[in-house]
């Protein structure tokens, strides 16, 4: 599975982005969608996630208001939708697709992307 990541860019604060994830699996089923994401010096965190079963989406409480996160099935691709972005919210994003069959799921990593946020 090649999971293809982009959206990534600079913006102001107060701003907007869109990240995309979009995962070439074939024959397996995406189960979910997630971003984690990290600031230089600090470790990764949780940013938000979409179970494609339930359409559910959990969000960190950093972001809780702020992002979202939505998919188009024909596309096999999520988006993260980041509104109201902050300073604080620069990192370097990773998407992740958790994809399989009935038995076995996998998870699945894109090669990041560098968001921006200045003041």
């Known amino acids: 599975v090649q999971v293809t990541e982009s959206g990534g860019g600079f913006v102001l604060a107060g701003g907007s982005l869109r990240l995309s994830c979009g995962d070439s699996?074939?024959?397996?089923?995406?189960?979910?969608t997630g971003w984690f994401r990290q600031a230089p010096g600090k470790e990764r965190e949780f940013v938000a996630r979409?179970?494609?079963?339930?359409?559910?989406?959990y969000t960190a409480n950093s972001v809780e208001g702020r992002f979202t996160v939505s998919r188009d099935n024909a596309e096999n691709t999520a988006y993260l939708q980041m509104n109201d972005l902050k300073p604080e919210d620069t990192a370097v994003y990773y998407c992740?697709?958790?994809?399989?069959?009935?038995?076995?799921?996998?998870?699945?990593w894109g090669q990041g992307t560098q968001v921006t946020v200045s003041s």
């Open positions: 992740y697709v958790i994809a399989g069959d009935d038995v076995t799921q996998r998870q699945y």
């Open positions: 699996g074939g024959t397996l089923r995406t189960y979910g």
């Open positions: 979409l179970n494609w079963s339930s359409d559910v989406v």
